[in-house]
């Protein structure tokens, strides 16, 4: 097996698919690291089934909080994608940019280069867009990303609701207009999951120059300060990859700052107390943990139309059979068709809170309520509350100590307690009155501001877009780890690349920003000039 390339990337996930492509396609030799396995399972790739992936320690890390303060002291599972394709295949397959502000916010905060204008032209070479013609859309990139078609009748009852409240509808909340109720854009291509292995990896090791390698990144090495390659462990056996020009980490942004310590950069005195010899004092790695978090609220349907009549032992093998037979029915769909991107205040800059509409009540893990039933899941898009992750041991097996000091901000309750009142308001519009039952989750009870906080407490999940942790921004900024050309700053011959590096969560999923990071990496890694800035971006 091959043991020396030119680039080395650790982690065959979102970006880091997507640069090893772009590497390779330009020439040089590449091995891509991966610790988890093959992706060929019908549960990674039926989309319908999304719920098993990202609960299988077969094709998830397992990772989980430390227990967090504000939610009286509860776990929360943080999922990242232990296969090749990595999150991109265990995901819920939404695509969804992130609104243009958010860019030029990462410019502001010292990412030169990566406002709205100069990133957009990834976002089009990125994909092939199924949803028509638009100058703002790419049509011949590897990434497919089609439309919702929105049959189930709960989805008309939800984009009417919308109108009926007073909300705007947005014909591609990805293209000139987020804010408002319209269709849901996925990651789906002809009824299967179209993760980052079948766009990018694939094509990548269908080259003679790219290889794939099984094995569990242990440190980055090096001479001097220059880095060198990368140390992995295949079961007992160790060895080490050598790289000619870089070491690529796009292992997430849980394992990505993990590794950056294990290999000596970070905090001098978190590592120590590990052990571990300090290489670049970078006191922001691990840093400014960001996420998303949701809740559900659920109703019940007076009429047997939802996917309820689905959610049983016979109903799930029939879904399975048409898809396995057909690649179509119930089971080619990630059943979020609908979406809706809403200021919390008409005083906000732009959309705060992000809507996914399902026309069931059912949760992350799979577990239903009994009955037919919908729900929408709801959550601010820009909370102030920051964590971290930490080292929890030197030992490269260990998982890492991860604290997103979730909830700790006032803003947050105050901004969950409106998510709340405009989901009831939505609900209560004529357009749900035929099927419109009683309110599941929170329940009509639940109104006054300790109640509310209480279920918010009890029951708000992550939406899992966890980022930040090896934030982007100038070299003189003592808190930044990379500087916009995504260099880890102090060091020689190591980049990032990955949602970790993200200065600020946008507005949305992040597998479209995280696929986009690996696009305009590769550019700065091959020394190209940056494709003119889109002035339609404006």
């Not at 609220?297 to 799930?316: A, T």
């Amino acid at each position: 097996m091959k043991d020396i390339a030119d680039y080395i990337v650790v982690g065959a996930g979102s970006a880091g698919a997507a640069i090893a492509f772009r590497l390779a396609e330009a020439g040089h030799e590449v091995i891509v690291v991966e610790h988890g396995g093959g992706d060929r399972s019908p549960l990674i790739r039926m989309p319908g089934a999304l719920s098993y992936p990202m609960n299988m320690r077969r094709y998830d890390w397992g990772f989980a909080t430390d227990p967090e303060p504000h939610l009286g002291g509860r776990r929360l599972p943080v999922p990242r994608g232990k296969v090749i394709g990595g999150s991109s295949s265990i995901n819920g397959m939404v695509f969804v940019r992130g609104n243009p502000v958010d860019f030029d916010h990462w410019s502001h905060m010292g990412a030169d280069g990566w406002d709205h204008a100069s990133v957009l032209p990834y976002f089009k070479r990125m994909e092939t867009w199924h949803g028509g013609s638009s100058d703002l859309r790419g049509t011949d990139g590897p990434l497919h990303v089609t439309r919702a078609d929105r049959s189930n009748p709960l989805h008309a009852m939800f984009r009417e609701a919308g109108r009926q409240a007073g909300h705007p509808a947005t014909d591609d909340y990805n293209g000139a207009q987020q804010d408002g109720f319209g269709a849901m854009e996925r990651t789906i291509w002809r009824g299967t999951r179209w993760s980052t292995a079948q766009a990018y990896l694939r094509p990548a090791l269908a080259m003679p120059n790219c290889t794939l390698r099984r094995g569990l990144a242990l440190r980055v090495t090096f001479e001097g300060d220059r880095a060198t390659g990368l140390e992995i462990a295949q079961g007992r056996r160790r060895s080490v990859l050598n790289a000619r020009r870089e070491v690529i980490v796009a292992a997430s942004s849980i394992n990505s700052p993990k590794l950056l310590m294990l290999s000596g950069i970070g905090d001098e005195r978190h590592l120590r107390d590990h052990g571990i010899d300090v290489r670049a004092h970078r006191p922001g790695v691990g840093r400014n943990l960001q996420d998303h978090l949701e809740l559900y609220l659920q109703m019940e349907s007076r009429k047997p139309i939802s996917l309820y009549s689905h959610w049983n032992l016979f109903g799930k093998a029939r879904v399975g059979l048409e898809w396995l037979l057909t690649g179509g029915g119930i089971g080619a769909s990630n059943q979020f068709d609908s979406a809706a991107f809403l200021r919390s205040d008409p005083s906000k800059a732009y959309p705060d809170l992000q809507y996914h509409f399902l026309p069931l009540a059912v949760r992350y893990d799979g577990k239903a309520a009994k009955g037919h039933g919908f729900q929408a899941h709801v959550g601010p898009m820009r909370s102030q509350s920051r964590g971290a992750v930490r080292l929890a041991s030197s030992d490269p097996a260990a998982a890492p100590s991860i604290r997103f000091n979730y909830m700790s901000h006032d803003d947050d309750w105050k901004d969950f307690r409106r998510a709340i009142e405009m989901t009831r308001d939505i609900f209560a519009q004529q357009a749900f009155d035929d099927v419109r039952g009683a309110e599941l989750q929170p329940g009509s009870h639940v109104r006054s501001k300790e109640d509310l906080d209480d279920f918010i407490r009890e029951h708000v999940e992550s939406a899992y877009h966890p980022c930040g942790t090896c934030r982007m921004g100038r070299a003189s900024d003592p808190d930044a780890v990379v500087d916009p050309e995504t260099r880890v700053i102090g060091v020689e011959n190591l980049r990032v690349v990955d949602s970790s590096i993200f200065p600020r969560i946008p507005n949305g999923n992040l597998n479209a920003p995280s696929i986009m990071t690996g696009e305009k990496a590769a550019d700065h890694v091959l020394g190209l000039a940056r494709p003119v800035r889109d002035e339609l971006a404006a």
